[in-house]
T-cell receptor, first 112, second 111 residues
Framework: DAGITQSPRHKVTETGTPVTLRCHQT?????MYWYRQDPGHGLRLIHY???????DKGEVSDGYSVSRSKTEDFLLTLESATSSQTSVYFC???????????FGPGTRLTVL | GQNIDQPTEMTATEGAIVQINCTYQ??????LFWYQQHAGEAPTFLSY????GLEEKGRFSSFLSRSKGYSYLLLKELQMKDSASYLC????????????FGTGTRLTVIP
């Protein structure tokens, strides 16, 4: 499982509330990613990180922010959740071999 | 930008062979991945092709033609547990070398 955990695994929240999702890795990989997965859209990149305090936007970054204060943790924050952010969120790390990405178990977020 | 196409659904019989196609258009191609995703679970890595040709790994093989922007995943001796979604993803070296995913092919294996 490449040592990736996500928390929480499930969350239900209300529109307008802030939400933070955590991704934790144990193998000291440099690159970490946050994706969302929705029916009909496949996996879409929200934000990624290429080192501590080094982050950049993906294709669907509006409404999301990220932080990476240490190598092992990559946080995704929804400042004010909306119903359109109801989704399954996956964190991933990229290994140095063939650039393949390994995914965490996912977080199912429901915004009411 | 990137454009990745694969069939939405396929059905095949246990013990048979199935081929899942993927076509792509991307400005900075640097490899193609196939992932398997069972319902309610995370995607898991199956294969990686960066050069033209066939890569074989047990019952699964993956083929790439860069000139045609085409790949396929071949699954042999299908088993019921192969029922899953199969995701084609292109590694694009423009920007930050990120993966761009197709919408996935849901494969159902029937007895």
């Amino acid at each position: 499982d490449a040592g990736i955990t996500q928390s929480p695994r499930h969350k239900v929240t209300e529109t307008g509330t802030p939400v933070t999702l955590r991704c934790h890795q144990t193998e000291n990989h440099r690159y970490m990613y946050w994706y969302r997965q929705d029916p009909g859209h496949g996996l879409r990149l929200i934000h990624y990180s290429y080192g501590v305090k080094d982050t950049d936007k993906g294709e669907v970054s509006d409404g999301y922010s990220v932080s990476r204060s240490k190598t092992e943790d990559f946080l995704l924050t929804l400042e004010s959740a909306t119903s359109s952010q109801t989704s399954v969120y996956f964190c991933a790390i990229r290994t140095g071999l063939d650039n393949e990405q390994f995914f965490g178990p996912g977080t199912r977020l429901t915004v009411l | 930008g990137q454009n990745i196409d694969q069939p939405t659904e396929m059905t095949a019989t246990e013990g048979a062979i199935v081929q899942i196609n993927c076509t792509y258009q991307t400005s900075g191609f640097n490899g193609l991945f196939w992932y398997q995703q069972h319902a309610g679970e995370a995607p898991t890595f199956l294969s990686y092709n960066v050069l033209d040709g066939l890569e074989e790994k047990g019952r699964f093989s993956s083929f790439l033609s860069r000139s045609k922007g085409y790949s396929y995943l071949l699954l042999k001796e299908l088993q019921m547990k192969d029922s899953a979604s199969y995701l084609c993803a292109v590694f694009d070296q423009t920007g930050a070398n990120n993966l761009f995913f197709g919408t996935g092919t849901r494969l159902t294996v029937i007895p």
